[in-house]
């Protein structure tokens, strides 16, 4: 081994391979989107990978700025995702100010650990005014960091392309009051997977919008990627803020030859990817086993097999 592979191995003994790249912010700067690629301050195209936090109202144990130093450290996570549950039980519509102090725990710490923070409005219906406060909020807070993409609306589930291009307009208009450049993520018809119809009928007139892909290997495979093709062909940048290996119930086995398939066509095309879930539920899905302590130090004895996967993925792209 040469000197120099000799000391780049001790340093990643010693503060975790993530570390290595552990600045991304400082790296890249503020993001833009450029035609359909990610680009940064420097007009390169970048690619981010991490992970997403499961619903704070479901999990929020885990909302704790330890936890995202070690997915940093640890998971090379170069962005992570908080997912704020919107409507069930102890959700922002009945506990917004909880709500809050669980998400800004985890968006003050991204911008403390200098990695890219997506915040998630994750809901399956339209809630205009509601969001509306809330990103309001959040961008008059938030929207000076370079590290904040505002995701506003996870998966509708029911609504057709016209409501929620409608009440994406409204929300873009919102944000853009208070921040005029982060990029904003638009979700699509059927939990995010219609963006073939995006393509024929896209949001015009605002800068940095990107358009989010979701996909559970096992279930969405080549016929899903074809419509991400259609949209990229289209001009349409992509972004799959969730995604994992199993059904998309978040359970049944794990697809490894699918997923690595999905893997293969975001690295080719270059798009960022973000793995669903820090959580230790007991289903697929879910990362973490019910040992795993609130604040990370996870070993593969605290992680189901979708967590180990998703880290040694990310570990492997780390810097890549």
Request: charged share 25%.
């Amino acid at each position: 081994m040469k000197p120099k592979q000799i000391l780049v191995f001790l340093i990643i003994l010693t503060i975790g391979v993530g570390a290595l790249y552990s600045q991304p912010v400082k790296k890249h700067g503020k993001l833009s989107v450029k035609g359909i690629n990610l680009v940064d301050e420097n007009n390169e195209v970048i690619m981010l990978q991490g992970v997403s936090y499961g619903w704070h109202n479901f999990w929020p144990r885990f909302y704790n700025k330890e936890s995202v130093k070690w997915l940093r450290d640890d998971w090379a996570c170069t962005v992570i995702r908080a997912a704020m549950g919107v409507e069930p039980n102890k959700g922002y519509i009945s506990s917004p100010d909880w709500s809050k102090e669980k998400i800004e725990a985890v968006v003050n710490s991204a911008i403390e650990n200098d990695i890219y923070i997506i915040i998630d409005w994750h809901s399956h219906h339209i809630k205009l005014e509601e969001a509306k406060i809330f990103f309001t909020e959040m961008a008059k807070k938030y929207g000076k960091y370079p590290h904040i993409i505002y995701e506003i609306y996870n998966e509708p589930e029911r609504d057709t392309w016209q409501q929620v291009k409608d009440y994406s307009i409204e929300m873009i208009k919102t944000i853009r009051q208070y921040d005029p450049d982060n990029i904003i993520l638009v979700g699509n018809p059927h939990w995010s997977q219609d963006v073939h119809i995006v393509a024929d009928d896209p949001i015009e007139g605002f800068e940095n919008i990107m358009y989010t892909l979701h996909f559970y290997a096992d279930t969405h495979k080549q016929s899903l990627r074809e419509r991400g093709d259609y949209a990229l062909k289209k001009g349409i940048p992509l972004f799959v803020s969730e995604s994992a290996g199993m059904l998309h119930t978040g359970d049944g086995p794990i697809n490894i030859e699918e997923w690595q398939r999905w893997i293969d066509w975001m690295r080719a095309n270059k798009v960022s990817w973000v793995s669903w879930s820090v959580s230790d539920k007991d289903e697929t899905c879910s990362m973490l086993k019910q040992s795993a302590a609130s604040e990370g130090g996870w070993t593969e004895n605290d992680m189901k097999e979708s967590g180990i996967k998703t880290r040694e993925l990310l570990r492997k792209f780390a810097g890549k």
